[in-house]
């Protein structure tokens, strides 16, 4: 048994070494040197953009074991393309009080001022703190500790690259997490056995809807516009869908609405359609969390009933 935080990697940029372009090749043994760490894993060594969701519930269930075995909470490593969705994928998923947390780096090993081995330490830290306990999947990155649900990146390359709406959860300060909000988290979802394909497709100007037409999926994700509005043909398409469609706004801030638009491919248009609203929920997080519930058999409007709201 131990009590101290487990580390694995899946990749990304703070694994990346190599003359001119890199490319991952370091492992986490590499990367955890100097930390006091418990259990050490190399899960994957990818980038961030080619992470799978079977490759993702693989790390759940190494995590999930640590955790069960005794860890104090559980370290994640990949690279930040895509560490938004994974960060909630995981929120969505973990049973556990003791932490999950995910981090990576904006700068390759090789550069000036390579962010990698601070966002490290500072996850690892943030993992074993009490005061994480209870507090879900959590992003910890330049100095700042992020919650799931609110996280996105906001910047291609900048080492501030993410923020999170209102502001973040809280910060690493003289090497221990300090939060600004008390713990407060929704029931884990049960882990899927495997999870239908679900696009995810932005609503745009002069869009006939022609290509939720030919998708034969498990469900579907549409990207809108303002408070999720699509065009007419849009909205005739969501009718005839043969799955699920879930409606969130493009915009990047704001939730969607349900009742104060009415004219054709408004919102209480789509929701009379049988489309659901995604609320607070970013587009890539409810295509994640879309694929969660079908993978869950869990009742879609439901799901995100309880998932879209502010809390």
């Not at 990576?104 to 993992?127: E, S, W």
């Amino acid at each position: 048994m131990s009590s101290q935080v487990a580390v694995a990697s899946l990749g990304g940029t703070i694994t990346m070494t190599g003359s001119g372009a890199v490319s991952p090749t370091l492992g986490a043994q590499d990367l955890v040197q100097g930390l006091e760490v418990g259990e050490i894993a190399t899960l994957a060594t990818i980038p961030g953009a080619s992470l799978t969701f079977t490759t993702l519930l693989d790390a759940f269930d190494w995590a999930d074991k640590q955790v069960a075995q005794g860890a104090a909470g559980v370290v994640i490593i990949q690279g930040t393309d895509t560490l938004e969705e994974t960060a909630y994928f995981f929120d969505c998923l973990w049973p556990h009080e003791e932490p999950i947390v995910v981090t990576g780096a904006m700068r390759h090993p090789g550069l000036p001022g390579a962010d990698g081995p601070a966002n490290l330490a500072a996850a690892v830290a943030v993992a074993g703190a009490h005061n994480s306990r209870g507090r879900g999947a959590l992003l910890v990155i330049n100095d700042e500790i992020h919650a799931a649900r609110w996280v996105r990146k906001a910047h291609s390359s900048l080492p501030s690259a993410f923020e999170s709406f209102p502001g973040p959860f809280g910060l690493q300060v003289e090497g221990s997490p300090q939060y600004f909000h008390p713990a407060h988290r929704q029931p884990a979802l049960p882990r899927p056995r495997d999870v239908p394909t679900v696009p995810l497709i932005e609503a745009t100007l002069d869009d006939d809807g022609a290509l939720l037409d030919w998708l034969n999926v498990g469900g579907v994700v549409v990207a809108a516009t303002g408070a999720g509005h699509v065009s007419e043909g849009m909205a005739e398409a969501i009718s005839r869908a043969r799955f699920p469609v879930v409606v969130a706004t493009r915009t990047g801030a704001g939730t969607t609405f349900r009742n104060t638009y009415g004219f054709t491919g408004s919102e209480s248009d789509l929701i009379k359609r049988g489309a659901v609203m995604a609320g607070w929920l970013c587009p890539r997080k409810a295509r994640v969390l879309l694929r969660l519930a079908l993978g869950a058999a869990r009742p879609v409007e439901d799901v995100f009933a309880d998932r879209g709201s502010v809390f």
